[in-house]
């Protein structure tokens, strides 16, 4: 597939901030039907040694920039699917955190599947701690994550393979 402009890889989106607030913390381990008290407690997180409650591993998924990175905006977005996701930590993300998020594409492989072709968009989203100065100092996070463009064919015949 040459639908996926190549020249973008390398590129960044414009980063974007993040405030990492309790409650949404709570709300996301309600989502995915997690009822440890890092999640909920503040006390309970403090006395395991942490700054404030902590976010689930999986958290920096509702991280989202204010528009599509460029290397997305062009495309139609029916054709589009969450591939793989992997997460790299330097430290815990925990409630109070602010955080730049840097959205690069690293790289756009091509697949042939049973029902027609698609491109995998590799990218990483790494996320940077804001402290009081407003300036973006430690990478916290790291994640890693496939986006899958199919085919026009795929999207006609209503496969997600």
Not at 19 to 29: D, T
Not at 33 to 42: A, E, I, M, S
């Amino acid at each position: 597939m040459t639908e996926v402009d190549r020249s973008l890889i390398g590129t960044s989106a414009p980063p974007f901030l993040v405030e990492v607030e309790r409650g949404a913390i709570r709300k996301f381990a309600d989502a995915i039907g997690d009822d440890n008290l890092l999640y909920r407690d503040d006390a309970f997180a403090r006395r395991h040694g942490y700054e404030g409650i902590v976010a689930p591993p999986t958290f920096p998924t509702c991280f989202r920039a204010p528009q599509d990175p460029p290397w997305i905006a062009a495309l139609d977005r029916r054709r589009i699917v969450a591939g793989e996701m992997g997460f790299h930590y330097h430290r815990p993300i925990v409630a109070g955190m602010r955080f730049e998020c840097r959205l690069q594409l690293v790289g756009i492989d091509d697949k042939d599947g049973a029902r027609g072709a698609m491109s995998l968009l590799r990218q990483v989203m790494s996320g940077y701690r804001v402290d009081n100065d407003g300036v973006a100092h430690e990478c916290v996070f790291a994640v890693r994550r496939t986006t899958v463009y199919r085919s026009a064919q795929q999207v006609a015949s209503r496969s997600l393979a």
